[in-house]
């Protein structure tokens, strides 16, 4: 059975601290990694796609790398409107060609002025 | 990229009642999927709407209960049937192009409570 787990559950950094959010995962083959951001009372926001091991990807403040057991979002130098939770998502390979993700149950990072 | 709307944003139901939650694509999408949000926990699949067929339900749900439609590949709705109060939760539906690109971009989102 595929699992995400994400670590921590919730972060609260200064504005300017750097951090890196923990992805795990655990799939029989990986087709492709994701990272969502959701506001709350939205529905979440697409950030990265990873599909290989030493993958990196950057948009702004947010990197996502990519390992073959875990992935990390680095934020660099946060500012407060970085505040929202942080969803991870694998999808493995299926011969069925199901296209269905797994999520994690999120970080929820707050960044302080 | 594409844009994903949901009707109603939010909606406030009796117990034993029925609602129709619609997803309007601003582009044809290959995937489109429901899920499920309880507060403060993260989504759960309930199925994949395949155009022209029957959904494709995860394991713990079931069409009598959540019935669900895709006319064409750029709309698809989600019935919550005989709704109990352990339904209230925000129901998300997805797109996505398959095969050409994995990425699924998601709706704002319809935040049910029923009473």
């Known amino acids: 059975e595929d699992q995400v787990t994400q670590s921590p559950e919730a972060l609260r950094l200064q504005e300017g601290e750097s951090s890196s959010l923990n992805c795990s995962y655990t799939?029989?083959?990986?087709?492709?990694l994701f990272w969502y951001r959701q506001d709350p009372g939205k529905g979440p926001e697409f950030l990265f796609t990873?599909?290989?091991a030493g993958e990196e990807k950057e948009k702004e403040r947010l990197k996502a790398t990519l390992t073959k057991k875990e992935s990390f979002l680095h934020i660099t130098a946060p500012k407060p409107e970085d505040s929202a939770t942080y969803l991870c998502?694998?999808?493995?390979?299926?011969?069925?060609?199901?296209?269905?993700?797994?999520f994690g149950s999120g970080t929820r990072l707050q960044v302080q002025p | 990229s594409a844009v994903i709307s949901q009707k109603p944003s939010r909606d406030i139901c009796q117990r034993g009642t029925s609602l129709t939650i619609q997803c309007q694509v601003d582009?044809?999408?290959?995937?489109m999927f429901w899920y499920r949000q309880q507060p403060g926990q993260s989504l759960t699949l309930i199925a994949t709407a395949n155009q022209g067929s029957e959904a494709t339900y995860e394991s713990g749900f079931v069409i009598d209960k959540f019935p669900i439609s895709r006319p064409n590949l750029t709309f698809s709705t989600l019935t919550v049937s005989n709704m109990s109060p352990e339904d209230s939760s925000i129901y998300l539906c997805?797109?996505?192009?398959?095969?050409?690109?994995?990425?699924?971009?998601f709706g704002p989102g319809t935040r049910l409570t029923v009473l």
């Open positions: 582009s044809q999408v290959t995937m």
């Open positions: 998502a694998v999808l493995p390979y299926m011969d069925t060609g199901r296209r269905a993700l797994t």
């Open positions: 799939v029989s083959g990986l087709r492709g």
């Open positions: 997805s797109g996505g192009q398959g095969e050409s690109t994995d990425t699924q971009y």
């Open positions: 990873l599909y290989s």
